[in-house]
Nanobody
Framework: QVLLVESGGGLVQAGGSLRLSCAAS????????MGWWRQAPGKKREFVAG????????YYAEAGQGRATITRDHAENTVWLQMTNLKPEDTAVYYC?????????????????WGQGTQVTVSS
């Protein structure tokens, strides 16, 4: 079992930035890749960015291109998502997820563990 705990969400004005953290614990050796997802009210969960633990290779969805940066500290089992130039449409609950596959998946059911999420609200 892998436990994921997100933090760093909050209220930010449009144009601002946030850095979200995801701390992994438990059987972290079974987690080979991580993803950041978000879900806005009334919408489907949406992939934002992902990274492979050992390679550190990032992958971004269109939603995150140019404004999102995903990084990780493999030794600390922590993944971060930096979002800049935030827009009201970025308002959502942001989740990190862990996959047993050594690739970045963009389909949510390919992730094996999920955190509880952290709320990000962007005011106009």
């Amino acid at each position: 079992q892998v436990l994921l705990v997100e933090s760093g969400g909050g209220l930010v004005q449009a144009g601002g930035s946030l850095r979200l953290s995801c701390a992994a614990s438990g059987r972290t050796d079974s987690s080979l890749a991580m993803g950041w997802w978000r879900q806005a009210p009334g919408k489907k969960r949406e992939f934002v960015a992902g990274i492979i633990w050992d390679l550190g290779s990032p992958y971004y969805a269109e939603a995150g291109q140019g404004r999102a940066t995903i990084t990780r500290d493999h030794a600390e089992n922590t993944v971060w998502l930096q979002m800049t130039n935030l827009k009201p449409e970025d308002t959502a609950v942001y989740y990190c997820a862990a996959s047993k596959q050594r690739r970045v998946a963009t389909i949510d059911h390919e992730y094996d563990y999920w955190g509880q999420g952290t709320q990000v609200t962007v005011s106009s």
